[in-house]
């Protein structure tokens, strides 16, 4: 199976009004609430594409048990360390009016040296019947910024794939212990490097300290505008497929999660990172959150661009 590890779950709430009227009482024409969080994500989009998928995370509180019942039903094998801090609930505002989309967004409470070391033991327990294993978002407030690289290293010392999709600290920690990939988007690539990615120049400039930092391929996607691949000195940009956008998020998580699917069907990291550009794109033409729809992707797969970057 694929494992994504994503110690950051959340219970995501969807609430749709015709239009927010602030100070005033506003009535919800329709409220769904699903699991999330960018490892739920990724292994819900994982699913969907045909394949067996496990994530790794911290559960607690009602919001916990709700989530874990939840994860069952929809076939995603939860391994659930448990902490006493209820587990977040984030809520996405939409306005059918303007067509706005406001993001609510609860940290993850914090988890204390017993908790990381919990769920570094049932990392290592799931690891033998793991195929690849994705590191998805943020670390918890109380757990250390090196927890993916440790996880990276122990997955590599097991001969098995890694891609981080991280940021900040987590990211850069992380690269020491060689991912095959590692996918952070534009503005998170920015972030963690200091570095302006708003031009060509300045986005190999930030790539090549991914490099020099471990990282052996780098992916850094770009919303509608794609990503750019990049392995030892050359860099490609992937264009992906002009589609009519419904929600996006979660599209990092789906072309994660393509990636590692057809990377495992086989297919080199160029192709396999197409596969992943065109379930992003299938996922923003959807509801999001992982629920693409694996028929279009790959109806998208052959309208993805490939060219050298610059
Ligand atoms: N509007 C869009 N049209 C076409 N493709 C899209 C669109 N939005 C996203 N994609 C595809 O999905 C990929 C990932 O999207 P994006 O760069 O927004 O990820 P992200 O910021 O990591 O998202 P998240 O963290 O919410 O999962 C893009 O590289 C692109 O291929
Ligand atoms: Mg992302």
Redesign the pocket.
Known sequence: MILTVGPTPTVQRRMTFTRIIPNQVNRALEVEQLTSG?GV?CARAVVRLGQPAGTLLFLGGESGIWMRQALEEEGIAATVVEVPRRTRTCSTILETDTGTATELVENAAPVDAAAVSAYIAAFCQILPNCRLVTFNGTIPPGAPATLYHDLVYLAQQHHLPTIV?AQGEALLAALAARPLIVKP?RSELAAATKRDCSTDAGLAEAIALLHQGGARWVLV????A??VLSYQHTLLR?R????K?QN????????TAGLAVSWLAGHPVPDAARFG?AC??A??AGPGYGRLDPALARQLLSQVQVEPLG
Do not use: E, Q, T, Y
Not at 240 to 243: F, N
């Open positions: 960018k994500n999709d988007n996607s770009d919303g509608a794609g990503a992937l992906p497929p002009v589609i956008p996006p998020i979660g599209s990092g998580d789906a072309l550009i992003g794109a996922n923003a």
